[in-house]
């Protein structure tokens, strides 16, 4: 079972995500099964912020000095999953997921659902450095948003 904590230290995410904490244990229980850890306790955070922020820490842990979409930190490079495991944290800029701003309302939540599950990936283990990498994680990444889709829309 994933237990995420929802954290927001931007104010526009409010005006398009009511219920965040809601909206992503949703998400995660929407998750394939094989992603859903079901004897166990996964734990991560989510932090909901803004391209100023993300941009300082892109960098000073990844020395990048811009913002992105999505940042994601494991707690452990060699991740193993065990009963209990809390497996990093993930950064989700609001001005990325708000573009363009004409977007409706579900097209934003499906492009926030995408960038959490790409956050997701990175924590337990996925990377896309190499080619062949990038192919497998964005298999994974299709795999687990259908399944999120058809069940929650």
């Known amino acids: 079972m994933i237990n995420l904590d929802v954290f927001s230290d931007e104010k526009a995410w409010s005006k398009r995500l009511k219920k965040k904490d809601f909206f992503f244990k949703n998400v995660c229980k929407a998750f394939p099964k094989k992603y859903k850890f079901l004897n166990k306790k996964i734990y991560l955070t989510l932090l909901l912020s803004n391209n100023k922020n993300i941009k300082k820490l892109n960098k000073n842990f990844r020395n990048k000095n811009n913002p992105t979409d999505v940042l994601s930190f494991p707690f452990n490079d060699n991740i193993k999953i065990s009963k209990k495991t809390y497996i990093g944290?993930?950064?989700?800029?609001?001005?990325?997921?708000?573009?363009?701003?004409?977007?409706?309302?579900?097209?934003?939540?499906?492009?926030?659902?995408?960038?959490?599950?790409h956050g997701f990936l990175h924590l337990i283990g996925f990377d896309h450095i190499q080619n062949s990498d990038y192919k497998k994680m964005l298999k994974e990444e299709e795999f687990i948003y259908n399944s999120v889709i058809s069940k929650i829309g």
């Not at 950064?91 to 708000?98: A, T």
């Open 89 to 117: 944290d993930i950064i989700i800029s609001y001005n990325f997921m708000n573009m363009p701003k004409s977007q409706n309302l579900n097209t934003f939540k499906q492009k926030v659902i995408k960038t959490f599950i």
